[in-house]
């Protein structure tokens, strides 16, 4: 099992997209260039000031590309220190290092954050090389408690990278999956709507077929009707090819529309009360569209139900005018950004539920009181932008 784990760990890729330099980290750099500084002029128990110069320019330097290239910044700076380490062990040379040194503990932490596992592999060794040395050369005695102090404070920080490394991968995994299950959602209400117009198609086909001799006039009319479903049919079809990812079975129940948001309101029995307003023309409206209102309202409202604190009042309105539907989701609770962003990936389903089908999609605190959830959507699926 050791011997697996080392093979997984020794295989493990770098993570994706590494930040690069930023004003951050010219920040840090200064403020620990300022800090030696002062120790320099401070403190007279220091080694000879050229070693001291090559210390801290061999931790200040590879800090600003310790994300980029972290292996290449601990051989740097931990073989530095090594080399340094010898020359006084070999020429005696008196005098205590810059305490602002201790800065690369953020090399570890990024090595292991930010680092292939081959290049944590190979770090680690180069830093646990390097330790045993120091101990000899520094001037003092160093007990048993203190020499395991250093490897903790060191192996410490190599470990906190390594959480937040997977912490992070495991974030990014579950967001994807929660947008690749809203994108599996609308690809089944799209086939829906797609059976539903082939099947108008194959009717009035056999229907203009069976009266094209006995009444031509009729026949073109259905014609006419079987063009406009085919127009639609292949809009759908669009969509969802650029949604669809996975296959799953299809729900082959009528999916709920704009219609049915009036089933989603509450009578003041239950807290919070929920009031949902329809105004404008929805008769042309695409089943894709009316689909995606309902279920950013329904999850809307379960969210709000759920992390609104004191909240007495949902309310639901929707606007239909020429070009698109707009859809608003107020409530009146406690205001906790916080608590509502990382309440689950709800938000980033409706948001990947929104851009699918190119339209709109925000949510944060209401301007007064409480949390508001606003998306606009084409009347017609247009597709991810």
């Given amino acids: 099992m050791a011997t697996n784990a080392l093979r997984s760990l020794w295989a493990e890729p770098r993570p994706a997209d590494p930040s690069g330099r930023g004003p951050r980290d010219w920040a840090l750099v200064a403020v620990l260039l300022c800090w030696s500084v002062l120790e320099v002029v401070l403190r007279q128990d220091l080694a000879p ?4 110069l090559i210390a801290v320019l061999a931790v200040l330097g590879p800090l600003l590309w310790r994300r980029t290239r972290p292996l290449v910044a601990v051989a740097v700076c931990f073989g530095t220190w090594t080399i340094v380490d010898i020359v006084r062990i070999l020429t005696g040379l008196q005098g205590d290092l810059l305490n602002s040194m201790s800065a690369a503990l953020i090399l570890p932490y990024a090595l292991f954050r930010w680092g292939s ?3 944590a592999i190979s770090g680690l060794g180069v830093i646990l090389l390097w330790l045993p040395i120091t101990y000899v050369a520094v001037a ?3 007990g048993l408690a203190e020499a395991v102090a250093g490897y903790a404070f060191f192996l410490f920080a190599a470990a906190l990278g390594a959480a937040i490394r997977y912490r992070t991968r495991t974030r990014i995994r579950d967001i994807d999956q929660a947008k690749a299950r809203e994108r599996e959602q609308l690809a089944r209400e799209l086939h829906d709507t797609v059976a539903h117009h082939v099947s108008g198609i194959a009717i009035q086909a056999q229907a203009g077929r069976a009266i094209a001799r006995i009444d031509p006039e009729r ?4 014609l006419v009707t079987i063009e406009d479903a085919a127009t639609r049919t292949l809009t759908e079809l669009r969509a969802i090819v650029g949604v669809l990812r996975v296959s799953q079975d299809t729900e082959f129940a009528p999916q709920p529309g704009v219609a049915e948001l009036k089933q989603l309101a509450t009578d003041g029995q239950m807290r919070p009360c929920v009031r949902v307003t329809v105004s404008g023309e929805f008769d042309d409206l695409s089943p894709a569209v ?13 969210n709000a139900r759920r992390h609104a604190r004191h909240a007495t009042q949902v309310t639901v309105a929707v606007t239909g005018d020429a070009d698109r539907v707009r859809l608003t ?5 406690s205001s906790g950004a916080g608590g509502r962003a990382a309440a689950g990936f709800g938000l980033v389903g409706m948001r ?6 190119g339209g709109t999609f925000d949510a944060g605190p209401a301007a007064e009181r409480g949390w508001r959830v606003e998306a606009i ?8 932008r």
């Fill in 49 to 52: 000031p050229l070693l001291l």
């Fill in 117 to 119: 596992g081959r290049e």
């Fill in 140 to 142: 003092d005695p160093i």
């Fill in 219 to 222: 026949a073109i009319e259905a």
């Fill in 290 to 302: 009316g689909a995606a209102i309902y279920r950013l309202a329904q999850e809307s409202i379960t």
């Fill in 329 to 333: 989701i107020d409530d009146d609770g």
């Fill in 352 to 357: 990947e539920r929104a851009m699918l089908l």
């Fill in 377 to 384: 959507l084409p009347r017609t699926t247009r597709g991810p």
